[in-house]
């Protein structure tokens, strides 16, 4: 039986196939565990019930892309499934899963917010939400050495560092939001495109890093230290680079409206976005309390449970909350709903 929870992991390693070999071993446990209860999950979330054999072909189509673009972080995934004793086909079918798994109600999912607090320090807070199954045994959090480079990263089991957000030892933190398109291309899978950005030192490295040959639509929020906010959004091969000092709010629809589309805005999306800009105006002045009052709110479901109607709430939910700050080099994260839960503090 798994322990409740998500798991603090701790590795140092020389290179990229150390690190995916250790983390890999000391997730296996987990990883079978998200393996076998993936294949039911898929077959009665998927569109066409695909079976897990299905997914396992088609990410198979992503790996040219890899090997010529991020070569070390194929390696880094192949030792991860010989250290978790899986095929890994099998794996990677997981680390693909955003772009291959074709959901029947295509989930909305995470609000992120930076804010420069009244002590000059921009804090980044995400939402993580996603389906219910994945509240339990869905994530890990690791802190790694790789060489020079060091990490702490909120990712999913059975995929890649980052893949739910992090922060690196160049004071640079980043999350992710996904936009609402029904396609992808196969390119660069996101979950490689968000660990690429443990390395990145500066948001113009990872800006470049996002602009290599992306498989869909997608949103970045990276702040660096206490200097920067930097936003990019992906719309196929399309990049919109946004800049702010003190406050940037994204949630799951393209922010410039001409962009905005019947296929790619949700209203859920768009009252949560509203309602965050409303909890910052009424601040008179930002500390961390703000970050958590948004990230808590329920007025229109940011911090998400399964509510109705469906129309305007999410058949999912918020698996985890975290908030981090890029300069003091620390990550707080709250398993599940943060209404109910607390936040657990990591330090790099």
């Avoid at 150390?18 to 296996?28: D, P, R, V």
């Avoid at 209860?37 to 299905?54: H, I, P, Q, V």
């Avoid at 000092?245 to 976005?273: A, C, D, G, M, W």
């Avoid at 998400?304 to 469906?310: C, E, W």
């Amino acid at each position: 039986m798994l322990k409740r929870g998500i798991p603090f992991i701790e590795i140092n390693a020389k290179d990229n196939y150390e690190f995916g070999y250790k983390l890999g071993k000391a997730l296996k446990e987990r990883i079978h565990e998200r393996l076998r209860k993936s294949k039911e999950f898929f077959r009665k979330k998927t569109a066409n019930g695909k079976n897990f054999e299905l997914l396992e072909k088609k990410a198979k189509r992503f790996i040219p892309a890899l090997e010529k673009y991020f070569p070390h972080l194929l390696i880094e995934a192949q030792a991860m499934a010989k250290g978790a004793e899986v095929p890994f086909e099998k794996l990677f079918a997981l680390m693909c899963e955003n772009e291959i798994v074709e959901y029947i109600m295509y989930p909305s999912h995470c609000t992120t917010v930076a804010l420069r607090t009244k002590d000059n320090n921009i804090l980044l807070g995400h939402n993580e939400d996603w389906f219910s199954e994945y509240r339990e045994n869905g994530l890990y959090i690791a802190k790694a050495k790789i060489g020079k480079n060091k990490f702490l990263a909120v990712s999913y089991i059975g995929n890649l560092a980052g893949s739910a957000g992090g922060l690196n030892s160049n004071k640079l933190a980043f999350t992710d939001t996904s936009l609402f398109y029904n396609r992808f291309t196969y390119d660069i899978p996101r979950s490689f495109h968000l660990r690429a950005l443990l390395e990145a030192k500066t948001p113009e490295q990872a800006r470049k890093m996002l602009n290599i040959e992306g498989s869909t639509g997608s949103n970045t929020l990276i702040v660096q230290s206490n200097s920067r906010i930097v936003d990019i959004e992906e719309l196929w091969y399309c990049y919109k680079y946004f800049k702010s000092r003190n406050i940037f709010v994204h949630t799951n629809h393209p922010i410039q409206k001409k962009y905005q589309t019947k296929s790619n805005t949700k209203f859920e999306s768009l009252i949560r976005y509203k309602r965050a800009y409303e909890i910052i105006k009424s601040e008179k002045e930002f500390t961390i309390n703000t970050i958590k009052k948004i990230l808590k709110d329920h007025k229109t479901n940011i911090c998400g449970h399964l509510r109705k109607p469906a129309k305007i709430y999410s058949i999912t939910r918020t698996i985890a909350s975290y908030i981090m700050n890029p300069k003091e080099q620390w990550l707080m994260l709250c398993h599940g709903n943060p209404c109910k839960g607390k936040y657990v503090k990591y330090w790099l």
